[in-house]
């Protein structure tokens, strides 16, 4: 059984609905996670190059690829629900192009306000403007349809990186 989600009502007396999976949830598991799997990838390179056992960057390349891609996903639907600048939308991608990057940058949205405790477009909330927003709040509507959507993107994502080869090429 499907429950609906519980609302509150905000200081101006609009209600909005309140997810489980927040966007500061699910930011900050990600950014985490990918953190986590920095740290794995670059174990899995020093066992490589170091030790000459490269079983794991196969496995550890591939966690992380999946995380990284992941988390860029997140940080588009993120940046739309809290309404960021370009710039920091942006910056929020490119944290996960440098080792152990996001943890800090989501810590600096948290800090900043800029992670909310519910999703801005779900049931209840504010009437979504544009293609962008129409998008995300039929996905917010639609939760475990969404959940599936993302996870064949995100798969679909990697097959094709996959196909295309590693960075810098065959090794």
Same mark, same amino acid.
């Given at each position: ?6 609302? #509150? ?24 996670? !990918?953190?986590? #799997?920095?740290? +794995? ?10 030790? !000459? ?11 992380h690829? &999946? &995380? ?6 997140? #940080?588009?639907f ?7 600048? %370009? ?15 996001t /943890?800090?940058? !989501?810590?600096? &949205? ?18 979504? &403007?544009?293609?962008? !927003? #129409?998008i ?8 475990? +349809? ?5 996870? %064949? /993107? ?18």
């Amino acid at each position: 059984m499907v429950r609906p989600e519980p609302s #509150t009502v905000s200081p101006a007396g609009q209600t909005s609905s309140v997810s489980k999976l927040s966007p500061k949830k699910l930011y900050g598991f990600l950014a985490a996670a !990918e953190m986590v #799997t920095w740290a +794995l990838l670059i174990f899995a390179m020093v066992m490589k190059y170091g030790f !000459e056992q490269p079983a794991f960057v196969r496995i550890f390349g591939m966690m992380h690829g &999946v &995380v990284f891609i992941s988390y860029g996903l997140v #940080t588009i639907f993120v940046w739309v629900n809290e309404r960021w600048s %370009v710039g920091r939308g942006i910056a929020g991608i490119a944290t996960a192009i440098i080792p152990f990057a996001t /943890l800090p940058f !989501e810590r600096s &949205v948290l800090k900043r306000g800029l992670l909310s405790d519910s999703w801005r477009l779900a049931q209840g909330g504010d009437t979504p &403007v544009g293609v962008i !927003e #129409t998008i995300q709040a039929t996905a917010l509507r639609r939760p475990w +349809l969404s959940a599936i959507v993302g996870v %064949v /993107l995100v798969a679909a994502i990697t097959t094709v990186l996959l196909i295309i080869g590693p960075p810098g090429g065959p090794r």
